[in-house]
Nanobody
Framework: QVQLVESGGGLVQAGASLNISCTAS????????MAWFRQAPGKEREFVAV????????FYGDSMSGRFTISRDNAKNAVYLQMNSLQPGDTAVYYC???????????????WGQGTQVTVSS
């Protein structure tokens, strides 16, 4: 059982950067690929990025356009998402999740955090 807690969300202006974090308050993320998803009001949950257990592989959603960087620190039981050049279209609740393999489908993720709100004003 892994309990994930996101933090670092907030309100920023367009063009700003933000780094959000996800830590395991119970259990360990070491054996899991870790991903970020986001969900805007009225929209389906969208894949953002995933990083492998040993940090050597990352994948990003098509709409991230190289602005986002996922990283992890297994010693700290944490995963991060650095977001640059934020736009109003990036406004969403951002969730971290864990899976055995590198997946883009949300239904394949086992453990989820409660989410952190990111709001980008124009």
């Amino acid at each position: 059982q892994v309990q994930l807690v996101e933090s670092g969300g907030g309100l920023v202006q367009a063009g700003a950067s933000l780094n959000i974090s996800c830590t395991a308050s119970a259990g360990t993320i070491t054996n899991y690929a870790m991903a970020w998803f986001r969900q805007a009001p009225g929209k389906e949950r969208e894949f953002v990025a995933v990083i492998s257990q040993n940090i050597d592989t990352t994948f990003y959603g098509d709409s991230m356009s190289g602005r986002f960087t996922i990283s992890r620190d297994n010693a700290k039981n944490a995963v991060y998402l650095q977001m640059n050049s934020l736009q109003p279209g990036d406004t969403a609740v951002y969730y971290c999740a864990s899976s055995i393999g590198l997946q883009e489908e949300a239904r394949l993720y086992v453990y989820w955090g409660q989410g952190t709100q990111v709001t980008v004003s124009s």
